[in-house]
T-cell receptor, first 118, second 115 residues
Framework: AQKVTQAQTEISVVEKEDVTLDCVYE???????LFWYKQPPSGELVFLIR??????QNEISGRYSWNFQKSTSSFNFTITASQVVDSAVYFC???????????????FGKGTHLIIQP | EAGVTQSPTHLIKTRGQQATLRCSPI?????VYWYQQALGLGLQFLLW???????NRGNFPPRFSGRQFPNYSSELNVNALELEDSALYLC??????????????FGEGSRLTVL
């Protein structure tokens, strides 16, 4: 069975600090997909990134970067020079190819509430 | 372009009543997903509709049901409400049936409170 663990329930940092959100996953599939979503106070989840299990390259998008390490089953998310607008709940999610790889098979972690203080 | 819209924003019901939540997907999206976000439980997959058919459902009792209309909008019905049904219900739509992308577009949710 697939499982996603976000051990950090809440993180609070001061603006401009770097912050890393941890995500550890469990799966028996060799083909799977990992995601990060952001949920601002308004409620809607916003898709940030998708990674498949065969692509271990790290990704950078502006102030956001993702570190995927199959050896430790981790897909961590770093925000550099954090801003107040980054305050939100961030969800890591996993979908196994054996369950269709579709969105109905997404398993979400319980989320990390990130608070950026001015 | 309008995003995913959900109504009502808030709904208060009492135990035993029925609740109906509505969702309009992004224009052109045929797949609609429903998720429940209850306090302390995270996001739980409820239902997936595509082209008017129920394609899959999560581990929820039959009193959670829904449908998708010809215009791809969707309705979630919760019968015989229980206190633990209090949650934020999120609707999401996808252009490609969500296959192998997981890129969903979410609405802002309907917060259901059961008293």
């Amino acid at each position: 069975a697939q499982k996603v663990t976000q051990a950090q329930t809440e993180i609070s940092v001061v603006e401009k600090e770097d912050v890393t959100l941890d995500c550890v996953y469990e799966t028996r599939d060799t083909t799977y997909y990992l995601f990060w979503y952001k949920q601002p106070p308004s409620g809607e989840l916003v898709f940030l990134i998708r990674r498949n299990s065969f692509d271990e390259q790290n990704e950078i998008s502006g102030r956001y970067s993702w570190n995927f390490q199959k050896s430790t089953s981790s897909f961590n998310f770093t925000i550099t020079a954090s801003q107040v607008v980054d305050s939100a709940v961030y969800f890591c999610a996993l979908s196994e190819a054996s369950s269709g790889g579709g969105a109905d098979g997404l398993t979400f972690g319980k989320g990390t509430h990130l608070i950026i203080q001015p | 372009e309008a995003g995913v819209t959900q109504s009502p924003t808030h709904l208060i019901k009492t135990r035993g009543q029925q609740a109906t939540l509505r969702c309009s997907p992004i224009s052109g999206h045929t797949s609609v997903y429903w998720y429940q976000q209850a306090l302390g439980l995270g996001l739980q997959f409820l239902l997936w509709y595509d082209e008017g058919e129920e394609r899959n459902r999560g581990n929820f009792p039959p009193r959670f049901s829904g449908r998708q209309f010809p215009n791809y909008s969707s309705e979630l019905n919760v019968n015989a409400l229980e206190l633990e049904d209090s949650a934020l219900y999120l609707c999401a739509s996808s252009l490609d049936r969500g296959q192998n992308t997981g890129e969903l577009f979410f609405g802002e949710g309907s917060r259901l409170t059961v008293l």
